[in-house]
């Protein structure tokens, strides 16, 4: 399975301080998506990074790919208690548009 | 544009019952998907419709059938409700005019089913 793993499983931090969550993966990929989701609603696609990219932006949010090490990390900055959520590594397989999820990182944000 | 929408947001069932899950997006999107979700952990794919006449087995299709109806609809049937079938569903899809498109899921808001 292509399935990335997520590490840490969970994250808690104060209002302010940056958040890293990282995945993994084993196999090649097309491209790789992050994606939240509050408490009891349906998923939010945040960036996707295309296996030719090693870094991308997007306002307080920081993804990095690394190929040869076939990893990913997520870096939200300066958090806020709205950021509180599970954030969602997928894998879209080269073979087509399918995509893998991670089995996620719970990010507490305290006030 | 509502994106993706499902019905119903809820349903409890008995076990042996039969429900169907209903998807559609008006976003003109070629392909579209079931997943599940458990508690504490990512999704798993059930089926997916790569595009309007198709359908394909995901990771856990088993207990499960769909039906691609066009391309806007795509649901989801439990013929014979199961315990483990409790879960949260999620729709969702995608344009996929490229077999390698660099794109995003669009997803609904899910469905809750519950299983006694």
């Known amino acids: ?111 | 544009n509502a994106g993706v929408t499902q019905t119903p947001k809820f349903q409890v069932l008995k076990t042996g019952q039969s429900m169907t899950l209903q998807c559609a997006q008006d976003m003109n999107h070629n392909s579209m998907y079931w997943y599940r979700q458990d508690p504490g952990m990512g999704l798993r794919l059930i089926y997916y419709s790569a595009s309007e006449g198709t359908t394909d087995k995901g990771e856990v299709p088993n207990g499960y059938n769909v039906s691609r109806l066009n391309k806007r609809e795509f649901s989801l049937r439990l013929e014979s409700a199961a315990p483990s079938q409790t879960s949260v569903y999620f729709c969702a899809s995608i344009s996929g005019r490229l077999v390698r498109a660099q794109e995003t899921q669009y997803f609904g808001p899910g469905t809750r089913l519950l299983v006694l």
Not at chain 1, 8 to 14: D, E, T, V, Y
Not at chain 1, 25 to 33: D, E, M, R
Request: hydrophobic share 30%; net charge neutral; with cysteine.
């Open chain 1, 1 to 111: 399975s292509q399935q990335g793993e997520e590490d840490p499983q969970a994250l808690s931090i104060q209002e302010g301080e940056n958040a890293t969550m990282n995945c993994s993966y084993k196999t090649s990929i097309n491209n790789l998506q992050w994606y939240r989701q509050n408490s009891g609603r349906g998923l939010v696609h945040l960036i996707l990074i295309r296996s030719n990219e090693r870094e991308k932006h997007s306002g307080r949010l920081r993804v990095t790919l690394d190929t040869s090490k076939k990893s990913s990390s997520l870096l939200i900055t300066a958090s806020r208690a709205a950021d509180t959520a599970s954030y969602f590594c997928a894998l879209q397989e080269t073979s087509g548009s399918r995509l893998t999820f991670g089995e996620g990182t719970q990010l507490t944000v305290n006030p």
